[in-house]
C-alpha cells in the first residue's frame, strides 16, 4: 500500500512540475495605442527551479535583452526585468500552449498574451 501511495505521489508532482514547464520558444504583440504592434520573443531555459530569458524585439532591432530574474510557481509567471526597466507578470494556461499576462514599463501597462511558437522576425512596416 505504501509502495503504491508513493508511486502515485511521484507521478503526480512529476505531472505537475512538468505541466509548468515553459522551456522554449514563445511569441506575442501589444498595441502601443498608437495603431503600432510591436513584437517580442521570449526565449525561456530552464535553470534549476527557475528559467532564465533572454528577449528579443525584433520591430526595435533590439536583441539579447536579459531579465534579473524568471520564476513560475502555481501558473503564474513572473519576469523580473527591474534591471532593464520593465516587469512581466503573466498566467500560464491550461493548455500549457498560451501565457495571458501584462507587460509594465514604468507607468504604462500592456496586456502581452505569448503563445508557444518558433522565434521569427516581425515587421510592423506598413
Known amino acids: 500500500m505504501k509502495k503504491s501511495i508513493s508511486t502515485f505521489l511521484i507521478l503526480f508532482f512529476s505531472f505537475a512540475a512538468f505541466a509548468q514547464d515553459i522551456s522554449g520558444k514563445w ?3 501589444i498595441e502601443t495605442g498608437q495603431t503600432e504592434q510591436v513584437y517580442f520573443n521570449f526565449n525561456f ?15 526595435r ?3 539579447g535583452l536579459k531579465p534579473k530574474e524568471t520564476h513560475i510557481a502555481n501558473g503564474a509567471l513572473v ?5 532593464l526597466g520593465f516587469k512581466y507578470e503573466g498566467k500560464l494556461l491550461q493548455d500549457n500552449q498560451q501565457i495571458d499576462g ?4 514604468g507607468e504604462y501597462t500592456f496586456r502581452l498574451v505569448l503563445k508557444r511558437s518558433e522565434a521569427k522576425i516581425e515587421s510592423t512596416a506598413k
Do not use: L, Q, R, W
Not at 45 to 59: H, L, R, S, W
Not at 79 to 83: E, K, L, M, S, Y
Open 27 to 29: 511569441s506575442g504583440m
Open 45 to 59: 531555459v530552464k535553470a534549476g527551479n527557475n528559467y532564465t530569458t533572454d528577449i528579443e524585439i525584433p520591430a
Open 61 to 63: 532591432k533590439i536583441t
Open 79 to 83: 519576469v523580473d526585468g527591474a534591471n
Open 102 to 105: 501584462t507587460f509594465i514599463e
